[in-house]
């Protein structure tokens, strides 16, 4: 739900796949981590022959669903299983695929769609997205900084001066693997700054593990 209501997301995959409407007409795409099943009915609205959806969670089964309620049964073919071990029949033309986590990479796909790209997507074959940019910008995030003024004012609560906490709790939670969180503007320090590209057509294994390690 989450992901098909951002509607600025989810239009974007739309548009893109249909401005590349004369790359997709009568030809075969694969879905990599197709969930739900929306890309690959973009995919056929944009003229794709055969679209082979890889889902490996159990929403194959709503996936399957999908593509029978919008009458493209004859035109997708949804796989429940990991593209690694996926028995697909053919070279395709395009690999459509929704693998970006938060930041891009964490708990990202990329991996599995550079992995289908080298077994499967013809000399030649396009991948939706193609390329992407990881930009960094410096903040003042004030969730962070009032869990640490907290350590501050524990002794005007309890007469027990515990300031001396504030550096462990900044390393608790600056070590976190991940944050989610909204920010206003005027929180955000300085413009952003593109420390890495990448070219879905020809990136590796090793560059995306190098950056997701980064």
Not at 28 to 39: E, F, N, S, Y
Request: hydrophobic share 45%; aromatic share 8%; charged share 20%.
């Amino acid at each position: 739900e989450e992901m098909i209501a951002d509607t600025v997301r989810t239009n974007g995959y739309k548009q893109a796949i249909l401005h590349n409407r004369c790359a997709l007409q009568g030809l075969t795409v694969l879905d990599v981590g197709a969930g739900t099943g929306i890309l690959s009915v973009f995919c056929v609205q944009a003229g794709a022959t055969r679209v082979y959806a890889v889902e490996a969670s159990a929403v194959s089964q709503l996936a399957s669903h999908v593509v029978t309620l919008n009458g493209m049964d004859n035109k997708v073919k949804v796989l429940n299983c990991p593209v690694e071990s996926a028995e697909i029949p053919e070279q395709v033309d395009a690999i459509v695929s929704e693998w970006m986590g938060y930041a891009l990479m964490y708990e990202s796909m990329l991996p599995s769609v550079i992995y289908a790209r080298d077994k499967w997507l013809k000399p030649g074959g396009i991948i939706l997205p193609s390329a992407a940019d990881l930009f960094i910008a410096p903040i003042n995030d004030r969730v962070v900084e009032s869990r640490l003024d907290f350590w501050n004012e524990v002794k005007g609560l309890y007469g027990v001066d515990m300031s001396c906490m504030r550096p462990f709790a900044h390393s608790c939670i600056m070590n976190k693997e991940m944050a989610v969180n909204l920010l206003s503007p005027e929180d955000v320090l300085s413009f952003p700054v593109r420390f890495a590209s990448l070219d879905l057509n020809v990136c590796t294994q090793e560059e995306v593990r190098n950056l997701h390690g980064s």
